[in-house]
């Protein structure tokens, strides 16, 4: 079976999931005024964090805390994009249970003085984790708060020294067939590769992530180790990274070489540059997406706006 992916992320794809939303929402009210308490309360443990998940200790950055309401963690752990594990939003929580993630190694190679292959607990010691509330939109026009924990990416960056070569890093996603039941679709040119010129890497908000909610990563989240960008559309944070490679080329990344029309390598959130099938002016914020819920506007960069000197000069027209 193969699939064109721009047929894969149509917005109409989002319908079902407003009404199961619309549908909380109809159950909740429904719920009060019937005084029903324990519609109620059934309602409230799809907010709760989780139980039983390992714990992981990260301290929190009060730098990076957007003033947002965290989205559920259900709502987090349950819609999701990891092609993987399938292209439909609910299927990679009820299939990544497969992937084993211990042990996992991390190769950072390429034009670097230094290389390593880190396992992950030699990785997570690169530096302390902080957890930090980021703001994350999907080129879909969907966006969610989440709690990450983990630390800037330029800590591994300058413990391997890129030479002068490298310009760019290029993250690879693992791509293994036997654990990833997605893998035997063409749906991408396996493995995901998605790339940052280098300097972006470097900027403090680029962030290697371990967990979320205070719990290691779910798998399908992108354990046991992703990148979180949230100043790019969503799909430039790859999850379950094997490898990091530094390069002196721009590295070919996955969704630009399957719709190079669609997808740009930089991918900056962009209210003002519409994908060329729908606008990104606006958003829906998950949880938040009731029948008589507002759309969010989106804004440039995310709001990041500590990011706009990367590109000052540059037309984000034609980068996009
Ligand atoms: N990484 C890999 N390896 N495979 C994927 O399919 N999807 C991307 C990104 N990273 C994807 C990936 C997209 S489109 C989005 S929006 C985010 O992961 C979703 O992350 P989340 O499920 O934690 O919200």
Redesign the pocket.
Known sequence: MSFKPSQLILPSEITPREMVLYRRQFLKQAAVVAGAGWLEMASRNAFAEPAGARKLTAKANPAYVVMDNKTAYKD?TTY?????FGTDKSE?AQTAGSLKTQPWTVSIEGEVNKPMKLDLDGLMKIAPLEERIYR?R??EGWS?VIPWSGFSLSNLIKKVEPNSRANYVEFT?LADKSQMPGIRYDVLNWP?VEGLRLDEAMHPLALLAFGMYGEVLPN???APV?MVLPWKY??K????IVKIRFTSEQPKTAWNQAAPREYGFYSNVNPEVDHPRWSQASERRIGEDGIFSKKRKTLMFNGYSEVASLYSGMDLRKFY
């Open positions: 987090a999701n994009n990891f092609y993987e990679p994350l999907c080129v969610m996603s995901y399908q989240n992108g992703r969503g799909f944070s790859a999850k379950s």
